[in-house]
């Protein structure tokens, strides 16, 4: 049975996400930025929570953590480079380890860059990615721990992905990064499509993910760093990808 999700907003602008399995009734919280909305999630879906499988770090996705294990006892998945720093750990993971949610199957990858040990999970089986703060429609992290290099490689990683998996991030920002895209590709079309479809779903009270890898590649300027017209578009023909990727962050970071 295929999983189902059920997507809500946190805090100022993250979103909390669950992952339900149907045949066995396992329901998986990606990360927690913190535990009421969670609950009401939980509460208005009548899942039960088995499982919180963390990305990274930082307090706007794990402050909720202990609220949810004391009520749920459910089992804490984080990355093994950086779970000494997120709360009542049960399992740490890396890079080609699976994670079981009822008889879901998610794939680790790890994707350094936001912060060093940040991970993501790959339900292949569903065609879901729960990729935190390292890809964002249209957008990408900060680069706060680790370098440009390593975000480049981790995002190249998540671009390899099959075209139409869906992506669910940590945070609503997309309007905002159209704002900052359309910067650097004034003239893709995508954008302006995209554009008025986030308009649209943010006046409506929808989120605007997921995405897909396959939008993400005609849109986000962060993915496309190695194409030669984005390149030229900021100054920087024929110079290496992680050049272009560095600048087109850099920018990003002063927009
Ligand atoms: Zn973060
Ligand atoms: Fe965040």
Not at 84 to 94: H, S, W
Not at 114 to 136: E, M, N, P, Q, R
Not at 148 to 159: G, H, T, V
Not at 168 to 192: M, Q, S, W
Request: proline content about 6%; overall charge negative; aromatic content about 6%.
């Amino acid at each position: 049975m295929p999983a189902e999700t059920r997507l809500f907003r946190c805090l100022k602008d993250n979103y909390g996400v669950l992952v339900h399995d149907p045949a066995t009734g396992a329901t998986a919280s990606i990360d927690a930025p913190e535990a009421a909305p969670v609950e009401a999630a939980l509460k208005a879906s009548g899942w039960k929570l088995t499982d919180i499988l963390v990305t990274h770090h930082h307090a706007d996705h794990t402050d909720g953590i202990k609220a949810l294990k004391d009520e749920y006892k459910c089992r804490v998945v984080a990355p093994a480079g950086e779970a000494a720093k997120i709360p009542a750990v049960d399992e740490t993971v890396r890079e080609g380890d699976t994670v079981k949610v009822g008889s879901l199957v998610a794939n680790v990858i790890e994707t350094p860059g936001h912060t060093l040990g940040h991970i993501a999970y790959w339900f292949h089986g569903d065609k879901l990615a729960f990729v935190g703060d390292t890809l964002f429609s249209i957008g990408c992290g900060r680069v706060i721990e680790g370098t440009p290099a390593q975000m480049w490689a981790s995002l190249k990683k998540l671009r390899d992905l099959p075209n139409d998996t869906e992506i669910f991030c940590g945070h609503e920002y997309t309007l905002a990064n159209i704002k900052f895209a359309r910067t650097v590709e004034p003239d893709n079309p995508v954008l302006a499509a995209r554009e008025s479809q986030a308009r649209k779903q943010i006046e409506e009270g929808e989120p605007t993910i997921p995405t897909t890898i396959g939008d993400e590649k005609l849109a986000n300027c962060f993915l496309r760093a190695d194409l030669p017209e984005v390149a030229a578009g900021i100054g920087m023909a024929g110079k290496p990808a992680v050049e272009v990727f560095t600048e087109i962050r850099a920018r990003k970071n002063k927009f």
